[in-house]
């Protein structure tokens, strides 16, 4: 069977990594023998450029017919102050594809470790996953821009709220099986339903634990004590604020991937840093996060453990090697990065 990915290179250093991703997709199917099929298609600034739109009618309609979609960045200074902006397609995708569970894995790489803004015993066995909801909240509630008022409506319905949470913990049971629910309930009636529905899912689910945070302290915690993380689940805004904080725990944004996952539909991979405009074109990208989507695409979306486990061995031998780019203090370029990690798999 072929497996049909659409691909959406996007702006920056975006074709760049992409272009990467795809060498090793290409060296690994060939070592696993999988069958698959690439429809390059226009998103974000590239889409603007070629359609008026940052999601083109031609690239949802394929996104939709895809088995699987990798994203590698988007954004331009270019549209800074544009009408219309490259961001728009990331929020329109997400809901025209119901991609309501956003998946950050955090791991520190042994090789890295120098890199992070913490003290060494502070990120030892750090080893989470944040759980973003990604289609609700405040982001799609009404924005309402007066002259000298405003408002944004947040809303959750409690089945937004159980899918995210039934999510977090299936995640949970195949790992440290313990979640860690976020919140306001304090403060927030949306936080107040959203604790009572993780109350009941966890029912569901006895063999995991399950914790209430209330978000600022979910904030300290995740720079004083990380460790003690295994799965965090949130709404669509902290899950914003915290996915952030957490990804710079490993030192760089430039070796993480993530997923977006709808009920049935296909899935979305993406690095989760930007489009780094200031050094597209180069040839100096790290092109990591990018490879490691790829690996959780051939995971999540096609079963494919053996070759996504054999991406991720080859990216950790890569760097132990000592093969870096500049933005983790060496100077490998893209293409001799890709070129190390290929040879290793
Ligand atoms: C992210 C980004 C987006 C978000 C922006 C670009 C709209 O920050 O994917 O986390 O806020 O969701
Ligand atoms: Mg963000």
């Given amino acids: 069977m072929t497996?049909?990915?659409?691909?959406?290179?996007?702006?920056?250093?975006?074709?760049?990594i992409m272009a990467a991703g795809l060498q090793v997709l290409e060296a690994v199917a060939e070592k696993i023998d999988f069958d698959y099929a690439l429809e390059a298609k226009a998103f974000g600034g590239a889409g603007i450029d070629a359609a008026g739109h940052p999601l083109p009618q031609d690239t949802l309609d394929a996104a939709k017919e895809a088995d699987a979609i990798l994203l590698a960045a988007i954004g331009s200074p270019?549209?800074?102050?544009?009408?219309?902006?490259?961001?728009?397609?990331?929020?329109?995708?997400?809901?025209?594809?119901?991609?309501?569970a956003n998946i950050r894995p955090v791991k520190i790489f042994d090789a890295l470790k120098h890199l992070s803004p913490l003290k060494a015993e502070?990120?030892?066995?750090?080893?989470?996953?944040?759980?973003?909801?990604?289609?609700?909240?405040?982001?799609?509630?009404?924005?309402?821009?007066?002259?000298?008022?405003?408002?944004?409506?947040?809303d959750y319905s409690a089945e937004e709220i159980r899918r995210i949470m039934v999510k977090a913990f299936e995640i949970a049971q195949g790992r440290g099986k313990k979640v860690t629910?976020?919140?306001?309930q304090n403060v927030l009636a949306t936080s107040k339903l959203w604790r009572q529905v993780a109350d009941e899912v966890a029912k569901d689910y006895p063999d995991v634990t399950l914790e209430h945070q209330l978000v600022d302290s979910a904030a300290m915690i995740m720079i004083t004590n990380p460790a003690r993380f295994d799965v965090v689940v949130t709404e669509n805004l902290f899950g914003d604020i915290l996915s952030d904080e957490s990804s710079v725990l490993p030192g760089t944004l430039?070796?993480?991937?993530?997923?977006?996952?709808?009920?049935?539909?296909?899935?979305?991979y993406e690095p989760i840093h930007g489009s780094a405009p200031d050094i597209a074109g180069q040839g100096v990208a790290n092109p990591i996060s990018m490879i490691l989507s790829v690996a959780m695409m051939l995971r999540d979306s096609f079963?494919?453990?053996a070759g996504a486990a054999m991406i991720e061995k080859a990216v950790d031998a890569t760097l132990a090697a000592g093969v870096l780019t500049r933005d983790i203090g060496g100077t490998a370029s893209t293409a001799e990065m890709t070129a190390a990690?290929?040879?290793?798999l």
């Fill in 341 to 344: 990690i290929i040879a290793n």
């Fill in 3 to 16: 497996h049909k990915i659409v691909t959406l290179a996007g702006d920056g250093i975006g074709p760049e």
């Fill in 181 to 184: 629910s976020i919140d306001k």
């Fill in 254 to 268: 430039g070796v993480m991937p993530s997923a977006s996952h709808s009920a049935d539909g296909p899935s979305l």
């Fill in 303 to 305: 079963g494919e453990n």
């Fill in 78 to 100: 270019q549209y800074d102050n544009a009408p219309v902006r490259p961001e728009q397609g990331l929020l329109a995708i997400r809901k025209e594809l119901n991609l309501f």
């Fill in 122 to 154: 502070r990120i030892e066995g750090v080893d989470f996953v944040v759980v973003r909801e990604l289609t609700g909240g405040i982001y799609f509630g009404d924005h309402i821009l007066e002259v000298d008022k405003a408002r944004d409506i947040n």
